[in-house]
């Protein structure tokens, strides 16, 4: 990027040195950490860092709470199909949706997108991302249940058309979800 008032070329993504003082104990897990996914201690440090600026220095602001898996796969089994329709049309929408504003500023596909990915990879849920010529395929492994499946691809397809204007294809298991669209 070009800082034109100086007239000086610097890369937004450029990495800096600093220096913390860290307790002896903490140090030792995150080496730990650090050796247990086979990635660099620095790796691991800047992961934690982006993890927080991204998405839990948000959780308090946007309410989120967290749930035991077990309590949401109860709750959503227990749910008929009609509620969970329901659900994610009057509030899971619109809630999402203003979520993902208020952490992006903006809502449109590269914006939705990397906003969904970071939630999954700040979850229990896992995501794949394939690129087939123009087709994007995003696979959502949750574990949980149809309904939730069902409840997430409402809410999605919702946001996708009304507030994206995107088609988007989802189908949906028992343990995951799968959204295609072109680009």
Known sequence: MRNDLNNIEFD???????????????????????????????????????????????????????????????????????????????????????????????????????WIDTRMRNSSMHITHVVDKKMHIYTIKHNLCLNWSLHNKIILESIFDEFIGKDVEIDISETAFTIRFER
């Open 12 to 114: 937004q993504n450029k990495t800096i040195t600093m220096t913390f003082r860290i307790e002896k104990t903490i140090l030792g897990e995150l080496r730990n950490e650090a050796r247990i996914k086979g990635i660099s201690l620095n790796m691991l440090v800047n992961n934690i860092f982006k993890d927080f600026v991204y998405w839990y220095a948000f959780d308090k602001k946007i309410g989120m709470v967290p749930l035991p898996k077990p309590v949401i796969l109860s709750l959503f089994r227990s749910l008929g199909k009609d509620e969970v329709v329901d659900i994610a049309t009057r509030i899971g929408k619109i809630e999402i949706y203003d979520i993902a504003l208020f952490m992006k500023s903006k809502v449109n596909m590269d914006s939705f997108m990397d």
